[in-house]
């Protein structure tokens, strides 16, 4: 079990305030990771981070967009000050534009883009370096089953973003190996968040009709990721890299003719 202790370890999470990145963030600290969490969330990252500091680990606070460039080089700068250290970096925050392919707008699809891929980028890069120059460090982008498969219903720009974050880690974690860094992506089906829930709230079939898609009988939930991040944090997978991992209730491996086995 000690391969999974984090103590002594630092993460950068960002995205810490609500949904997957608030759960990965709790569960880095409570096996042991001193944490620096980002968000554009203020009354949430004070929730998060105040649950951390209720485990007895060190934790800061950042007002951060993902999609500034300029900021995440502030952010590491001040990353090095206060911990003057990186082990590990959760790239969980990026906000989507849903929009007919006939319609949207080449701003729009630039924004996601900003959102999702260059902010993403930037952050391996400044965590890379960094990494790098200790001989060690772990990067998890969490992406999305659009990467593989598409979606329809107007996910065209995000679905782009996602598969380009996809090819950004395979091609990271190439160049990076050697280093000791170590690049991975976490491919969530439908979780349960604050958007979801605003998107279920308008459309009451949302819910069932994705559903037939995930043999495990029910979406995914923030704390789902909990196990995932813990282990692509720690030693336990020193020679995981470059894996795109799906949490999705079984939703890849089903065929779309395929019928969801007996419910327990």
Same mark, same amino acid.
């Given at each position: 079990?000690?391969?999974?202790? *984090? ?23 409570? &096996?042991?990771?001193?944490? +620096? ?7 949430? +990252? ?70 999702? $891929? ?21 990067? $998890? ?6 990467? &593989? ?5 107007? &996910? ?26 170590? $690049? ?11 958007? *979801? ?21 029910? *979406? ?7 196990? *995932? ?22 939703? +890849? ?12």
């Amino acid at each position: 079990m000690n391969r999974f202790d *984090l103590t002594g370890k630092v993460a950068v999470v960002s995205g810490a305030a609500s949904g997957m990145g608030r759960a990965g963030a709790i569960a880095l600290a409570e &096996h042991g990771a001193d944490l +620096l969490l980002l968000d554009l969330n203020d009354e949430g +990252l004070a929730r998060t981070a105040a649950d951390i500091a209720a485990l007895g680990r060190r934790v800061e606070v950042r007002r951060c967009d993902v999609g500034d460039e300029e900021r995440i080089g502030d952010i590491f700068a001040e990353l090095d000050r206060l911990y003057g250290r990186v082990d590990f970096l959760a790239n969980v925050a990026g906000e989507g534009i849903l929009g007919d392919p006939t319609s949207i707008t080449g701003d729009e699809v630039r924004q996601v883009f900003r959102n999702l $891929v260059f902010g993403r980028f930037r952050m391996c890069q400044e965590a890379g370096r960094r990494m790098l120059a200790a001989g060690r460090g772990s990067i $998890v982008n969490i992406g999305s089953l659009a990467s &593989h498969t598409a979606l329809g219903r107007g &996910h065209v720009a995000y679905s782009m973003a996602m598969g380009a974050v996809v090819q950004m880690t395979r091609e990271l974690s190439t160049e990076w190996a050697g280093g000791g860094v170590r $690049v991975n992506a976490i491919l969530p089906a439908q979780v349960v968040n604050p958007s *979801l829930e605003k998107r279920m709230a308008v459309d009451p079939t949302l819910e069932g009709r994705w559903l037939t898609g995930i043999p495990r009988g029910r *979406l995914g939930r923030p704390n789902d990721i909990q196990g *995932l991040m813990v282990l692509l944090a720690s030693d336990a997978s020193d020679w995981i890299t470059g894996a795109t991992i799906p949490m999705d209730g079984g939703n +890849l491996a089903m065929n779309s003719g395929g019928t969801i086995g007996r419910r327990p």
